[in-house]
T-cell receptor
């Protein structure tokens, strides 16, 4: 699985967009970018995933650069409930049951 | 759907005791996994299963056993509890038919004294 690099912490004002970056320069052609988050003491929650095209769902948008070496998770209108640790994970799709969690980014949404 | 359920929510064991952490899912997901999370750290994979009757080891399998006799259930057994196994344990199931995304249970907080 490709190694990922995320900033340890970020702050965002409530109502503004939160843009969380992830570097994965060693990603291979059949590896996907997955994002999960963990709100304090709860089980991780799946957010979104993508291969090379930008993706959007009801929770967030995922922007993957053309060379696939980095990506950005966008929470369009952050709320206090979005305060969590966000994990960027790069894996082959069929390895989806064997996630490797790094340190992630602690996002704090401020009122 | 209840999703992924775990019991108990909290447990205190003495060193040397054994116990089983229960995990069940009602989403008919083929894959299931067990992770542990130590304070201030990310999750680490203990064991996983890609279907009934099939299990395999993850990153930190020592001291734990699993079995998968049905699609719905994936219990985790601690054979002889040690203080190093004090942790929060998360069970997850994977939606293979979709994008292989994982759905996690609420966790079991285990303390071994």
């Amino acid at each position: 699985d490709a190694k990922t690099t995320q900033p340890p912490s970020m702050d965002c004002a409530e109502g503004r967009a939160a843009n969380l970056p992830c570097n994965h320069s060693t990603i291979s052609g059949n590896e996907y970018v997955y994002w999960y988050r963990q709100i304090h003491s709860q089980g991780p929650q799946y957010i979104i995933h993508g291969l090379k095209n930008n993706e959007t769902n009801e929770m967030a948008s995922l922007i993957i650069t053309e060379d696939r070496k980095s990506s950005t998770l966008i929470l369009p209108h952050a709320t206090l409930r979005d305060t969590a640790v966000y994990y960027c994970i790069v894996i082959k799709k069929t390895s989806g049951s064997r996630l490797t969690f790094g340190e992630g980014t602690q996002l704090t949404v401020n009122p | 759907n209840a999703g992924v359920t775990q019991t108990p929510k909290f447990q205190v064991l003495k060193t040397g005791q054994s116990m089983t952490l229960q995990c069940a899912q009602d989403m008919n997901h083929e894959y299931m996994s067990w992770y542990r999370q130590d304070p201030g750290m990310g999750l680490r994979l203990i064991h996983y299963s890609v279907g009934a009757g099939i299990t395999d080891q993850g990153e930190v399998p020592n001291g734990y056993n699993v079995s998968r006799s049905t699609t719905e259930d994936f219990p985790l057994r601690l054979l002889s509890a040690a203080p190093s196994q004090t942790s929060v344990y998360f069970c997850a199931s994977t939606r293979v038919a979709g994008g292989y995304e994982q759905y996690f249970g609420p966790g079991t907080r285990l303390t071994v004294t």
